[in-house]
């Protein structure tokens, strides 16, 4: 059985960093691409950032891209997401779950599964 979970989120001022983690027991994990997703209140869930099987390849959402930073550590079973020059509006639990299918990666998130419980970010004015 696969569990994923997620950690390192918390409250923190505008422009401010955190770190999450992502870490899945399981065979699966190694062969599979890891997506960052994040959903605020009353919003869908939406693509943040993904990474491949391979580390190397990655695709960030625009309002990511040049802030965060995927990567992962296969031999411990966890991808991570650097969150710098935080703002407000990247207030919301956020989830990872991973695609076993695809080689390309992908951004809907009905194509993720084994998704985590989530861990809320905050980020103050």
């Known amino acids: 059985q696969v569990r994923t979970v997620e950690s390192g989120g918390g409250l923190v001022q505008a422009g401010g960093s955190l770190r999450l983690s992502c870490a899945a027991s399981?065979?699966?994990?190694?062969?599979?691409?890891v997506g960052w997703f994040r959903q605020a209140p009353g919003k869908e869930r939406e693509f943040v950032a993904a990474?491949?099987?391979?580390?190397?390849?990655?695709k960030y959402a625009d309002s990511a891209k040049g802030r965060f930073t995927i990567s992962r550590d296969n031999a411990k079973n966890t991808v991570y997401l650097q969150m710098n020059s935080l703002k407000p509006e990247d207030t919301a639990v956020y989830y990872c779950?991973?695609?076993?299918?695809?080689?390309?990666?992908?951004?809907?998130?009905?194509?993720?599964?084994?998704w985590g419980q989530g861990t809320q970010v905050t980020v103050s004015s």
């Open positions: 779950a991973q695609d076993r299918v695809a080689a390309l990666l992908r951004v809907r998130p009905t194509d993720y599964e084994y």
């Open positions: 990474i491949t099987r391979s580390p190397g390849v990655t």
């Open positions: 399981g065979r699966t994990f190694s062969t599979s691409n």
